[in-house]
């Protein structure tokens, strides 16, 4: 695909709609541009809290822990934390 794109006063592009339908941007999606000596190359900045969180809810389900379990040993965690740190139990 060979497109020509113009460069604004504020340096602002604009993309074609029918690359926009293609790669389904949106407006207010995020992309990071590379510059490898002189080709700029455009990637889309993927949010990875969204993934994070169901690789972590799949890693729960297969041990078969509850999220009260988790809450559990996070509380666990924090005190033996805040008495390695401070000397003293976590309220």
Known sequence: MDITLQVR???????????RER??????DTYRVLDLD?????????????????????ARIEAGLSVEDLLAALREQRTR???????RKRR
Do not use: F, H, S
């Not at 790669?23 to 207010?28: A, D, N």
């Not at 934390?81 to 000397?87: P, R």
């Open 9 to 19: 006063q504020r340096g602002a592009l604009t993309l074609p709609a029918n690359l």
């Open 23 to 28: 790669y389904k941007i949106k407006p207010g």
């Open 38 to 58: 002189g080709i700029l190359v455009l990637t889309p900045m993927v949010p990875m809290v969204p993934e994070l969180a169901r690789e972590i809810e799949r």
């Open 81 to 87: 934390y805040a008495q390695e740190k401070y000397g």
